[in-house]
């Protein structure tokens, strides 16, 4: 089986900084895709940024220049450097990558369970 796992929420004051990690691990032959999420209460999940896995990124409006995504490919972690921290920027921040697994080999997409980062002002 496959699972992501976050870590690196919390909470920062407004102008701060934080940096998110999500680690792939289980039966996998190749990671595509992968990104950010975030949901914030009473609104839906929301794209943040996608890095390909040849490491070309996209961004929501909302954080470019503020935000990075970045991955290692051989440890199949995907990060997200946050920095000119909003309070708008309260949300649950999840990853998904598509992995494509050793036996049977074909992509599905996986979340991880997410983790809060919470910007007070």
């Known amino acids: 089986q496959v699972q992501l796992v976050e870590s690196g929420g919390g909470l920062v004051q407004a102008g701060g900084s934080l940096k998110l990690s999500c680690a792939a691990s289980?039966?996998?032959?190749?990671?595509?895709?992968m990104a950010w999420y975030r949901q914030a209460p009473g609104k839906q999940r929301e794209l943040v940024a996608r890095i390909t896995n040849g490491g070309s990124p996209n961004y929501a409006d909302s954080v470019k220049g503020r935000f990075t995504i970045s991955r290692d490919n051989a440890k199949n972690t995907v990060s997200l450097q946050m920095s000119s921290l909003k309070p708008e920027d309260t949300a649950i921040y999840y990853c998904?990558?598509?992995?494509?697994?050793?036996?049977?080999?074909?992509?599905?997409?996986?979340w991880g369970q997410g983790t809060q980062v919470t910007v007070s002002s």
């Open positions: 289980g039966s996998i032959f190749s990671i595509n895709t």
């Open positions: 998904n990558a598509n992995i494509v697994g050793r036996t049977p080999r074909y992509e599905s997409l996986y």
